[in-house]
């Protein structure tokens, strides 16, 4: 029993930050129907560079701010550089400047933090809490409570914001968008921004815990994919549900077959959506008469 | 209120605005009729500047917009209810009217939509619901609200008629026939000549990318040449 509960708490952990890669995902898809494999790198970076900027001297609270400003700001040059002078490409041009995009990141994160496995130390100690028998970590915990804060933010920023409702009408119909006053370039840039920004977010949270190195990006977006995917892509409900299910049966698959099998976990999930739920768990059933 | 002179515009090498010279005075129903694939739509679209244009000039009260951003006019008086409707199909037809009016954050948007429900009472009773499960009359009526909430002083109505029931057209062109009265002034787009030649004041006909002619309406209307090719009679 307590073996178990071990299990759900690892799992709840890692699925937060698949969660908020999920996110991440959702925005751009929302805004421009563009899955951004970059996202992973976005993760990356904001443990990265708070490493960075934490050993060259910055309180933590500091080095971490900076480094999601720092990503948010990547993110708008991204799409000021690579997506918007390709606008008018097909959607898999545009998922292809994403992937160039991510290996670029990579590559320059490598020669800028180099090779080695970098860490900082956890918001709130090191002291395990004991719940029944398992134990969790205090950085957990900020971790759940970031993804969901994100979460619950941005469904207040679509639902409720005339900004956030902009965004939606951009990803819906972009020509009635424009046609309506909205500054769709802007949109984008937001969205990028956001998207960066979140991502940015899960790797100040989630490094101390998982620590980070220059390639760690690729495995983070794959698997905040699958959450995406899993639970409809551009719901951002479907996002925060999917993310933490990867997780779940990441950890359940590590502790219960084996760790080798964990990563195999996601792939097999991405399959069998494709198969059997294209549309995810909260898939958009299409209202479209037209 | 807009004159536009000598408009060209092109889709990659193949130009299909060859210099269009039009004119719409305040208070005005213009409109300007022409077969299938004469360039009406790309018309409107350069005058909302979603379509580059690759000569001419648009001026609208008084100001140069020709290269103007897209999402800069409407505020200034200028919106458009598109050709297919181009409704936000994934959010309520509330939605969609409040986005209509996207740049005020006034009490006037409440007053505004509660006029458009006036206008279109159908609208009120779907209020809540997801615009892309009305009907095709209902969608039109909601591009068409959706644009008034912008407030516009020049509305830009691209073929507010295509693929409608009869009964549900000349509800539509009766209802732009009475924008004239609210201070609206209307370039309406249509391939349907004779009901937009009977709500407006002058006329223009296009055909491939040109005008060909230009008038009164009732002068257009009883032309053998327009009656022959536009109204089949
Ligand atoms: N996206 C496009 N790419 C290339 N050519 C286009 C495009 N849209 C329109 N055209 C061409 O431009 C010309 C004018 O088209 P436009 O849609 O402006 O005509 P229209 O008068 O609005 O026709 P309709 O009455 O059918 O709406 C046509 O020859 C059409 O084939
Ligand atoms: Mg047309």
Same mark, same amino acid.
């Given at each position: 029993?307590?073996?178990?509960?071990?299990?759900?708490?690892?799992?709840?952990?890692?699925?937060?930050?698949?969660?908020?890669?999920?996110?991440?995902?959702?925005?751009?898809?929302?805004?421009?129907?563009?899955?951004?494999?970059?996202?992973?790198?976005?993760?990356?970076?904001?443990?990265?560079?708070?490493?960075?900027?934490?050993?060259?001297?910055?309180?933590?609270?500091?080095?971490?701010?900076?480094?999601?400003?720092?990503?948010?700001?990547?993110? =708008?040059?991204?799409?000021?550089?690579?997506?918007?002078?390709?606008?008018? %490409?097909?959607?898999?041009?545009? +998922?292809?400047? $994403?992937?160039?995009? *991510?290996?670029?990141?990579?590559?320059?994160?490598?020669? +800028?933090?180099?090779?080695? /496995?970098?860490?900082?130390?956890?918001?709130?100690?090191?002291?395990?809490?004991?719940?029944?028998?398992?134990? +969790?970590?205090?950085?957990?915990?900020?971790?759940?409570?970031?993804?969901?804060?994100?979460?619950?933010?941005?469904?207040?920023?679509?639902?409720?914001?005339?900004?956030?409702?902009? =965004?939606?009408?951009?990803?819906?119909?972009?020509?009635?968008?424009?046609? =309506?006053?909205?500054?769709?370039?802007?949109?984008?840039?937001?969205?990028?921004?956001?998207?960066?920004?979140?991502?940015?977010?899960?790797?100040?949270?989630?490094?101390? /815990?998982?620590?980070?190195?220059?390639?760690?990006?690729?495995?983070?977006?794959?698997?905040?994919?699958?959450?995406?995917?899993?639970?409809?892509?551009?719901?951002?409900?479907?996002?925060?549900?999917?993310?933490?299910?990867?997780?779940?049966?990441?950890?359940? $698959? %590590?502790?219960?077959? *084996? *760790?080798?099998?964990?990563? %195999?976990? %996601?792939?097999?999930?991405?399959?069998?959506?494709?198969?059997?739920?294209?549309?995810?768990?909260?898939?958009?059933?299409?209202?479209?008469?037209? | 209120?807009?004159?536009?002179?000598? @408009?060209?515009?092109?889709?990659?090498?193949?130009?299909? @605005?060859?210099?269009?010279?039009?004119?719409? #005075?305040?208070?005005?129903?213009?409109?300007?009729?022409?077969?299938?694939?004469?360039?009406?739509?790309?018309?409107?679209?350069?005058?909302?500047?979603?379509?580059?244009?690759?000569?001419?000039?648009?001026? &609208?009260?008084?100001?140069?917009?020709?290269?103007?951003?897209?999402?800069?006019?409407?505020?200034?008086?200028?919106?458009?209810?598109?050709?297919?409707?181009?409704?936000?199909? #994934?959010?309520?037809?509330?939605? #969609?009217?409040?986005?209509?009016?996207?740049? &005020?954050?006034?009490?006037?948007?409440?007053?505004? !939509?509660?006029?458009?429900?006036? !206008?279109?009472?159908?609208?009120?009773?779907?209020? #809540?619901?997801?615009?892309?499960?009305?009907?095709?009359?209902?969608?039109? !009526?909601?591009? !068409?609200?959706?644009?008034?909430?912008?407030?516009?002083?020049?509305?830009?109505?691209?073929?507010?008629?295509?693929? @409608?029931?009869?009964?549900?057209?000349?509800?539509?062109?009766?209802?732009?026939?009475?924008?004239?009265?609210?201070?609206?002034?209307?370039? @309406?787009?249509?391939?349907?000549?004779?009901?937009?030649?009977?709500?407006?004041?002058?006329?223009?006909?296009?055909?491939?990318?040109?005008?060909?002619?230009?008038?009164?309406?009732?002068?257009?209307?009883?032309?053998?040449?327009?009656?022959?090719?536009?109204?089949?009679?």
């Amino acid at each position: 029993m307590s073996e178990l509960l071990q299990f759900l708490f690892s799992g709840v952990t890692v699925g937060a930050v698949y969660a908020l890669v999920a996110l991440g995902f959702t925005i751009i898809y929302n805004a421009s129907d563009v899955v951004n494999f970059a996202q992973g790198e976005f993760v990356m970076l904001g443990g990265m560079i708070t490493f960075a900027a934490h050993a060259a001297g910055l309180p933590l609270p500091l080095a971490a701010i900076s480094a999601i400003v720092l990503t948010a700001a990547l993110g =708008v040059g991204m799409n000021k550089l690579a997506i918007e002078p390709a606008r008018g %490409a097909p959607v898999v041009s545009l +998922i292809i400047i $994403t992937i160039g995009a *991510s290996i670029f990141i990579q590559g320059a994160a490598q020669i +800028i933090f180099g090779k080695q /496995i970098h860490s900082y130390p956890a918001f709130s100690g090191d002291t395990p809490i004991g719940v029944a028998g398992a134990t +969790i970590l205090p950085q957990s915990l900020w971790v759940i409570g970031g993804a969901v804060a994100v979460f619950i933010a941005l469904w207040l920023f679509f639902t409720r914001t005339l900004l956030g409702r902009a =965004v939606l009408a951009t990803s819906n119909n972009r020509l009635a968008a424009q046609l =309506v006053g909205i500054n769709t370039n802007f949109v984008m840039t937001l969205s990028f921004a956001l998207s960066a920004g979140i991502g940015a977010l899960a790797g100040v949270l989630a490094t101390p /815990i998982t620590l980070t190195a220059y390639n760690v990006g690729i495995a983070f977006a794959l698997k905040g994919f699958a959450g995406a995917m899993l639970g409809g892509m551009g719901n951002p409900k479907g996002a925060l549900v999917g993310g933490f299910a990867i997780g779940l049966i990441e950890a359940l $698959t %590590a502790g219960y077959l *084996s *760790s080798t099998y964990k990563d %195999a976990a %996601a792939f097999v999930v991405i399959l069998a959506v494709l198969f059997f739920m294209p549309q995810g768990l909260f898939g958009r059933k299409s209202t479209d008469r037209v | 209120m807009l004159t536009v002179e000598g @408009l060209r515009s092109r889709y990659g090498r193949i130009e299909v @605005l060859h210099g269009i010279d039009l004119q719409v #005075n305040s208070g005005e129903i213009v409109t300007v009729v022409g077969a299938n694939g004469a360039g009406k739509t790309t018309l409107l679209r350069c005058l909302s500047g979603v379509q580059p244009v690759s000569g001419g000039t648009v001026t &609208f009260r008084g100001d140069q917009i020709t290269t103007l951003a897209a999402w800069r006019r409407p505020a200034r008086g200028l919106t458009q209810s598109p050709e297919g409707r181009q409704i936000f199909t #994934n959010l309520s037809v509330e939605e #969609n009217l409040r986005l209509g009016a996207y740049g &005020f954050a006034d009490d006037r948007v409440d007053r505004d !939509m509660e006029d458009a429900f006036q !206008m279109f009472p159908i609208l009120r009773e779907k209020r #809540n619901l997801s615009a892309g499960g009305l009907s095709g009359g209902q969608q039109q !009526m909601l591009a !068409m609200a959706r644009a008034l909430m912008g407030r516009p002083s020049c509305l830009l109505l691209d073929e507010p008629s295509m693929g @409608l029931a009869p009964i549900i057209v000349s509800q539509i062109f009766d209802t732009v026939r009475g924008l004239k009265d609210l201070g609206v002034t209307v370039l @309406l787009v249509e391939q349907n000549a004779f009901g937009a030649l009977k709500i407006a004041d002058r006329g223009y006909v296009m055909e491939t990318g040109r005008i060909i002619m230009e008038g009164a309406a009732e002068t257009l209307i009883a032309d053998p040449r327009i009656r022959e090719a536009y109204l089949g009679i």
